[in-house]
């Protein structure tokens, strides 16, 4: 090969190991929380929130570990609830749904199909608007057998098409396929077409592009890019719809003085550089001008990205009171100064209106 065809054929990887592109530092960003944007009748309670979604009529779609019965391992800590635009509760979708088991996010494609991720059972289940399963995709263990969770053993053990380990989120690119971050122990993204067929996958366990430590959140943009929150690995990879890796994105935004995080010790040096920036959740906007959101467990904040990268500002610390986080699993960003985020540690969906100067 010539130097000519060398340098043609390195260069998108030259572009894409790159740092983030510069320009001016961000800043962080005026933002309220919204007093009792949900409001539970009497006798429901939620758990830890896994995952929030709004649909295009603006209802709120919470995933929550509540609905908890039995012991502190193995319980069916599931419960999938609908919210009006006003905060009203609606209904609850899939009581007793065979899939129950340990909710991880929830998610609205385009067609206003709820589609729910549960970590415990394996299983991707999509519902239509009125709330009847339409797709199923996984399968969970069976009584019968040795129903125990996957154990994670060193090698991993190859990924199956069509089952799923830990499963974590799911997305659709503007053709309507599927792509599935699966998740904590394949350490991959499963591709099908819309209609539930199997296409692909790429990934697994690894440091290098195209691999992953525990994909945990997925989302595509308008121009069919799929954007992965790659949190053991502390950045965003990017690919295009067939898997070919594009760049990826690291968040490097300096922890203030003080921070606290919700529990445990004081991360310092290595620990808290490991933390900060790495992505929990991430969500795009809706077109035409899109920008990415995410989230990172310690210092607790919320990052506002430009698509190609760029940190444009970030808010929020983790805590426990009204703009403070704890553990944001999930988020949904109907708009670009409107969010909604779904907290682990808080118990709690909040809805934040930004405010950006």
Known sequence: MNRLLLFIALAPLALAQNAVPSGAPPSEIPFESVPNALKLPPDLYLGEVAGVAVNSKRHIFVFSRGNSTGPAYGAAAAQLLEFAPDG????????????????????????????????????????????RVEMVFGRKKEASDE?????????????????????????????????????????????????????????????????????????????GNIHVADRGNRRIQVFDTDGAFL???????????????????????????????????????????????????????????????????????AGRQPKQFGWIHEMACPSENELYVAEILNWRVQKLILHPK
């Open 147 to 223: 129903a125990e969770p996957w154990k994670r053993v060193s090698p991993p053990r190859p990924a199956i098409d069509g089952m799923f380990r830990q499963p974590t989120d799911v997305t659709w690119d503007a053709q309507g396929n599927i792509y599935i971050s699966d998740g904590y122990i394949n350490s991959r993204v499963a591709k099908y077409d819309r209609h539930g067929e199997w296409v692909k996958q790429w990934g697994g366990p690894g440091k290098g592009p195209g691999e992953f430590s525990t994909p945990h959140s997925i989302a595509a943009d308008a121009k």
């Open 247 to 317: 760049r990826e994105i690291k968040i490097d935004v300096p922890v203030p003085p003080g921070v606290k995080p919700w529990m445990g010790d004081q991360p310092t040096g290595e620990a808290a550089a490991a933390q900060n920036g790495a992505p929990w959740a991430i969500c795009v906007t809706p077109a035409p001008n899109q920008f990415l959101y995410a989230s990172d467990g310690f210092p607790g904040r919320i990052y506002k990205l430009s698509l190609d990268g760029r940190v444009l500002g970030y808010f929020g610390r």
């Open 88 to 131: 009203r509760f609606l209904r609850e979708i899939g009581k007793n749904l065979y899939a129950w088991s340990y909710a991880h996010a929830v998610r609205v494609d385009e067609d206003d199909n709820i589609w729910v991720v549960d970590k415990g059972s394996d299983m991707i289940v999509e519902f239509d608007p009125q709330g």
